[in-house]
């Protein structure tokens, strides 16, 4: 078992920057593919980013390229999504997920453990 903590969301004004992170306890991840994915009232639960064990593969949806940033850290068992130039659209409550995959994982229904998740508002 995967037991996934999310943290460091809240709320700021358009063009603000948060950093989430995503702290994995129960077992190791390095083997795990690891992604991140939001819902906000209303909308299904879709992709944000996602990235392989290693970080050689990684996967953004269009909204967010160029303003947010995926990454891990192995050793610290953590996940990381760096999010910059925010606009009210993003907000949602953000979630982390973890598959024991050495592959790019990006569909909700391919994750096996989540995170409770995070709220993050961006006001305009």
């Known amino acids: 078992q995967v037991q996934l903590v999310e943290s460091g969301g809240g709320s700021v004004q358009a063009g603000g920057s948060l950093r989430l992170s995503c702290a994995a306890s129960g077992r190791p991840v390095w083997t795990y593919a690891l992604g991140w994915f939001r819902q906000a009232p209303g909308k299904e639960r879709e992709i944000v980013a996602a990235i392989t064990w290693n970080g050689g593969s990684i996967y953004y949806v269009d909204s967010v390229k160029g303003r947010f940033t995926i990454s891990r850290d192995n050793a610290k068992n953590t996940v990381y999504l760096q999010m910059n130039s925010l606009k009210p659209e993003d907000t949602a409550v953000y979630y982390c997920?973890?598959?024991?995959?050495?592959?790019?994982?990006?569909?909700?229904?391919?994750?096996?453990?989540w995170g409770q998740g995070t709220q993050v508002t961006v006001s305009s």
């Open positions: 997920a973890a598959e024991r995959s050495f592959g790019l994982v990006s569909r909700p229904s391919e994750y096996d453990y």
